[in-house]
């Protein structure tokens, strides 16, 4: 597999100079291009942060905007943002009513973000969501050790929208952590990721294989399974995620089919309509729908599907306006 | 490579269905399936169709919507719709002021397309316009035979904002007639296309490879060149496009670098970066910019690089509101 690059050492801040160049109506560079923050913050507004490696565009950058993230640093490829970055975004995106920070559940990210926070504690009021809507890594029933993946898009767009309204910290906090409980993912890969470094993927499967159970950094999933029709495979993925997750009583349900980098739009729309017709058959109200590549694993060929269940003020806060790179509505 | 699908046979029907359900905010299944068409028409405005063959999605389904087209229909992969179904596609939409068809410049399409048209002449008011903003078809500075690629997007967006102002049929033939020639596009693949039938690829590339001047039917391009890094493959689609067009005086340009299918988002910001330095470097100003994937063919790896120099008016045009599945914004 072949790449658009110039060098992999360059690779990160080349993509983040175009993406910021594109979309000069929403992003401008923080001090030093340790972030990337909206063109205009909003005072005493809690600023809502995020960050992570890069590989995964358009998360965080393109969620950059009015009714989403108000600041977001990238790290190398699959490697967390560094305690100096998320210190610049917090700095740079506070405009008095203190941060959210919204991280991804896996040990590096986790322990930078943490000793940001911890480093700045005295200057800053600052709370943080932490996002493990992967099933498949611990095994399901088993809470502790799940990533946060495509799901994460839904947690940033909703506690955006919240903090949009003037909500405190506090609440948004309280929003974020409930919310982090109600949204599943699980994606399947047909191919491995290939590194920029060497141009060779991390895992090779052959034209009989496919990868369950993956996330968003080139790993093995759970299990090698034989390839099959667009179906059984949604099928597989969404039985899993369905046996995981009960239906609160009154709950409307948010399906969001996501590429992982090389899959095309023809593809994602034929899962979403297996996803939806199995949530159907289930009788699981799909209330609001999103297909697209979103969070990506680079150039990997596969997708993910997440369900989220949302409580009417969840869905009237992701039906809010917002104005990013990636997301963009009026109402 | 691998696919999500079922079956070749039922690849694009249930691909449209998921596209429908996921997008039920705005568009709506035309009588039998023959086209996909607005939910809300608006009375006495000017419908503007388009259609083609499957496999460029979102094109040009993604397109219906407020603010650009009114209905497109489909036809199988890389092959031109029915003159039934564009039938269809003109009586559903023709809400009293007629109808603009929006049409790639393939043979196939322009035969069916003038099919349809006659056989509704007397009970519908029609005209065509015809996108040719391929460069590397016929060879620089010849205009005949050039094929519809990713400007037939800068076309549909800017027509049909000026339908929604509520121009008259023949202003909206001459503003898109007038615009094609000013739109040049050109596109590389780093793979060949997986053809659904046998999923294998139409032309098969070496690591040291790749095909300059595709189109998006998986055909080879204009030549067959050693694999290099983004900018200069960038700066040679650049170059070849400014070489072929001449800048009018005061006009603003639009760059736009579109993913084929199978290029991530990462990539596709890191190649606009380079078009855009060499866009400065020529002193033309870039003033709007749109980088992602919406004119695809297949999973092809590849983007291509649009340029399109408009007036005062059409950069109004290009900025106003649309809501649409691929393309939206409130102003």
Known sequence: ????????????????????????????????????RRRHLTP?????ISGGGAGHEPMHIGFVGKGMLDAACVGHI?????????????????????CLLIVKNYDGDIMNFEMAMEMVADRHRM????????????????????????GTLVVEKIIGAAAERGMALHELKRIGDRLNGRVRTMGVALSGVTVPQTQRTTFSLNAA????????????????????????????????????????????????????????????????????????ERSIPIERALVGTYVTSLDMQGL????????????????????????RWSS
């Open 44 to 48: 005493n507004k809690v600023a809502i």
């Open 209 to 280: 294989e496919m990868e369950m159970g993956v996330g968003i950094h080139g790993e093995p999933g759970h299990s090698r399974e034989y390839f099959s029709t667009s179906d059984v495979i949604v099928r597989r993925l969404c039985e899993t995620i369905c046996g995981d997750i009960s239906m609160p009583p009154g709950a409307k349900a948010l399906l969001f089919v996501n590429g992982l980098g090389g899959t095309p739009p023809a593809e994602l729309y034929l899962a979403y309509d297996a996803a939806h017709r199995f949530m159907e």
């Open 78 to 98: 699959f490697t967390s943002p560094t305690p100096s970055q998320i210190i610049s975004a917090i700095e740079e995106a506070d405009t008095g009513a203190g």
């Open 1 to 36: 597999m072949k790449k658009f690059m110039n060098t992999a050492e360059t690779m990160v801040a080349e993509s983040m100079e175009g993406f910021v160049r594109a979309h000069q109506e929403f992003v401008v560079f923080g001090a030093e291009r340790k972030c990337i």
């Open 304 to 327: 993910s599907v997440t369900l989220a269940l949302l409580t009417d003020e969840e869905i009237s806060l992701w039906d809010s306006p917002v104005a990013t790179a990636a997301l």
């Open 127 to 150: 709370e943080a969501v932490i996002v493990s809507d992967d099933i498949e890594t611990a095994g399901i029933g088993q809470g502790r050790g799940r990533r946060g993946v495509a």
